[in-house]
Each structure stands twice: as structure tokens, then as C-alpha cells.
């Protein structure tokens, strides 16, 4: 199933667009991989959600604007339910997030570069491309020559994760000619979840929000 960006902004807020992948309900948690250890473990009570601190370090990057996007499709739902954090401006070569945990099984990250030109997508951060196995690390040739790939996080139980985020200018077929755009990936393979999409030359784009599975 699949649903509209003007929908889904309407709906949830979100300030990115991206390319809606068919899904069902975003899976349970799994115990991810991620660029760097996890800290420790959440501990909540009763009535407070358990809360994760997310660091991305985006080096060649400085003023991207970020965005963390769920989308899931609840059992028996007719639309998908989207939750979007703040846009947040990469500073010092690096930006950070605290969420609700809960909120990374299923996440991906959209980027907006200064560079972009009329792309008629927003960049999506690939977090494991077809062929690589969760942990490996990945070089700006081997993205290149990746063709299909997933923005869908399997999430974390942690407190604390630091994932170090790769991104390159490149060109890209735009909406009228060919147009500067952005090529972004994590630099070790995450934990994923389906659905596996195309992305040509590595580069991975949306225009409505993707649903996890």
C-alpha cells in the first residue's frame, strides 16, 4: 500500500518526501549492528518510554539538513502511521537526535545537501546495500557499483548509538537534465529491514515516506 506526500505531511508533519515502498507492520526490534558499539542498555519505567541518543558523524557535509522518518502499517490499518523528528542542520561534522527507541526499529534518515539540484527526490542514507553482509564496511566504489539497496534501520535497544555516515556529491538524472546530487551511506552495514529498493549509482532517493517492514 502505498500513500502521497501531501498526505503524509498533513498527517504526520514530515518535512521530507520520499518514495513510499510498500510494507506491512515494522518488524520487532532486532539486536542491530550498528558503526559503533552501543553503550549500554534502556531502562524505563512504567511510564516513561525508554529514549535512544543518535549521533551521526557526517564529515564534508557541514549545514545538511537531517531528518529521522517511521513509517509502519499497524494490522488491519488502511493508512500508514508516520512519525518525524525536527530537521536538524549538520554542525561541526556531526549531528545528534534523542528519540524514543521504539522509534528506530523501522527508522531511516533523509539528507538535503546544499548542492542538490532539481532532483525531484530528497536523498535517502542507505543503511545495507544488496551483497553486503551486516557489520561490513563499505567504500565509495563499492556504493558505486551497488544497484538496489534498503533505508530501513532494524533499530537499536541501546542509549546511546554513534553511526558514522558517508556522503559524497555525485551527478544524477533530474527531473529536466543531469544535476548535482547526493550519494549517502553508512559507512559500516546496518541491521535492516525490508523493502530493498532500487538506487542507481548507490545513490538512494524518496519522494514519499518509506514504510518498513
Not at 150 to 160: D, K, L, M, N, P
Request: aromatic fraction near 6%; glycine fraction near 10%.
Amino acid at each position: 500500500m502505498s500513500f502521497r506526500t501531501a498526505a503524509a505531511i498533513a498527517a504526520a508533519s514530515v518535512a521530507f518526501t520520499g518514495t513510499v515502498a510498500t510494507g506491512v507492520s515494522a518488524a520487532a526490534p532486532a539486536t542491530s549492528a550498528t558503526s559503533t558499539t552501543t553503550t549500554s542498555t534502556t531502562t524505563s519505567s512504567s511510564t516513561e518510554p525508554a529514549m535512544t541518543r543518535l549521533t551521526y558523524d557526517v564529515a564534508g557535509c557541514e549545514g545538511c539538513e537531517v531528518q529521522l522518518v517511521n513509517g509502519r502499517m499497524p494490522e488491519g490499518a488502511d493508512q500508514p502511521v508516520v512519525w518525524s523528528s525536527k530537521v536538524k542542520r549538520v554542525e561541526d561534522g556531526r549531528v545528534r537526535f534523542t528519540v524514543a527507541t521504539r522509534r528506530t526499529w523501522g527508522m531511516s534518515t533523509t539528507l538535503r545537501a546544499p548542492w542538490e539540484g532539481h532532483t525531484g527526490y530528497v536523498t535517502t542514507v542507505v543503511q545495507r546495500y544488496r551483497g553486503m553482509a551486516v557489520g561490513d564496511r563499505v567504500s565509495f566504489r563499492q556504493a558505486r557499483h551497488r544497484g538496489v539497496a534498503s533505508s530501513c534501520w532494524a533499530g537499536t535497544r541501546g542509549t546511546e548509538v554513534r553511526t558514522a555516515v558517508v556522503v559524497r556529491k555525485v551527478q544524477v538524472d533530474g527531473v529536466r537534465e543531469r544535476v548535482p546530487g547526493t550519494l549517502a551511506f553508512t559507512r559500516t552495514t546496518q541491521d535492516w529491514h525490508d523493502p530493498m529498493r532500487r538506487a542507481p549509482g548507490g545513490v538512494l532517493g524518496s519522494q514519499d515516506v518509506d514504510v518498513c517492514r
